[in-house]
């Protein structure tokens, strides 16, 4: 194994700086990162070890091309965020003094950003869920409950203290101003959920299958409202387990996440009316850009309503009654003119059919079929006009 270089000693002081201000898990991502490219520097440039000797080419640029040729591949999210990182160690260093070069990574070197759509529950399948959670009762179950009723991160469930329910209203009479208190979480906000008689319900439910109740300590894990009756906190893992389970056992059609829950909440709120601003406030992003994908999937609702729309509609077309053949060519059967219109009632007929078909690849062979009779009734009408 290679010995630690001057840039190894480097990275990691900086990342040890970054400690003081950042989270312990923002860190490992970074550490993650400068790894990763460290990593990299070693085996392919192993006499570089000084900040002054590292260039954009050949150093950076060949790194860049490694992301990219990676087995199995990088995602462009995870490239960026890779980049990121790393650029934002640099520019600390060189502002720290440290003689690395200007513009070592630079904004063409990001890859595009991956656009995700949100991926809510479908009406059936959230209401399997719902059910299938009520039956098994719980203290996971009442917590994915109160995910998909609140539209919290699960980190931020995770992390709620038992006290977290509050009454906002100093009138102890208005019994509607309760809101849940959710704390710092991923964008370092807190905020305020309004708590209606739903989410109350879960809460006193978790509070009653939750373990010991805590003492008069400091605030610790023992505070946290998702407590295990052994006194260990309920883990990312367990609720993971329990939404894949339920979700099997309530026969859903597709694997649910954790997360699709969010998605959902934000989905339904959309719908029923809440503006982009208040969903913002409730989701607890600070950019309403993120808020606004959300408007995306209600846009997708809307164009597949509106054509199924149209085509409910275009099968309420009431066919026509068929006209009496005339009487005088009835009695003259069979000739020439009974025979046109017999062909111009079934040409009528057929395209009729034809309208309310959705699959292009019979309508076209209707249509050629029509032209066939087309051209069979223009040679009847030739045989019946009289030659000059």
């Known amino acids: 194994m290679n010995s630690p270089t001057s840039l190894d000693r480097i990275f990691d002081e900086q990342l040890q700086t970054l400690a003081a201000t950042l989270r312990q898990s923002t860190i490992g991502y970074y550490r993650s990162a400068v790894n990763r490219f460290l990593r990299y520097l070693r085996a392919a440039y192993p ?6 000797r590292l260039r954009r080419d050949p150093h950076i640029l060949s790194w860049l091309r490694s992301l990219g ?57 959230d209401r399997l869920l719902d059910q299938q959670l009520q039956q098994t009762d719980d203290l996971c179950s009442n917590a994915l409950r109160l995910l998909r009723a609140t539209g919290m ?4 469930c995770l992390r709620l203290h038992h006290d977290c329910l509050r009454h906002l209203s100093p009138n102890p009479d208005r019994q509607d101003q309760w809101a849940l208190h959710v704390p710092l979480g991923k964008l370092h906000s807190e905020r305020w959920v309004p708590a209606d008689d739903n989410i109350r319900h879960f809460l006193a439910r978790i509070l009653a299958l939750r373990g010991p109740t805590p003492g008069a300590q400091p605030a610790t894990s023992s505070h ?46 959309l719908r029923a009316g809440v503006s982009l601003p208040a969903l913002k406030e409730l989701l607890g992003h600070r950019d309403i850009r993120m808020t606004m994908v959300y408007v995306a999937v209600t846009q997708n609702d809307l164009q597949r309503q509106y054509h199924l729309a149209r085509q409910t509609i275009s099968r ?34 057929l395209e009729m059919f034809r309208r309310q078909l959705s699959d292009d690849k019979t ?26």
Request: glycine share 4%; net charge positive; aromatic share 4%.
């Open 47 to 52: 006499q570089l070890r000084t900040p002054s």
């Open 69 to 125: 040729q990676q087995t199995p591949p990088l995602s462009n999210r995870s490239r960026r965020a890779c980049l990121m990182c790393v650029r934002r160690l640099l520019d600390d260093l060189i502002s720290n003094g440290q003689p690395f070069a200007e513009g070592l990574i630079q904004r063409q070197d990001f890859p595009p950003r991956d656009l995700y759509l949100p991926q809510p529950l479908s009406p059936e399948n």
């Open 153 to 156: 991160r699960i980190g931020e």
């Open 224 to 269: 946290w409202l998702l407590l295990q009756p052994d006194g260990h906190p309920v883990s990312y893992h367990q609720m993971r387990q329990a939404l894949t389970g339920a979700a099997r056992r309530a026969g859903c059609s597709v694997p649910i996440r954790p997360h699709q829950l969010r998605h959902t909440f934000a989905t339904e709120m």
């Open 316 to 349: 309420r077309h009431v066919m026509p009654e068929l006209s009496a053949l005339d009487p005088a060519v009835i009695a003259n059967l069979p000739t020439i003119p009974a025979i046109l219109q017999s062909l111009a009632c079934a040409r009528h007929l």
């Open 363 to 388: 309508r076209r062979k209707l249509h050629r079929l029509d032209k066939r009779l087309f051209a069979v009734a223009s040679e009847l009408h030739s045989l019946n006009t009289p030659e000059k």
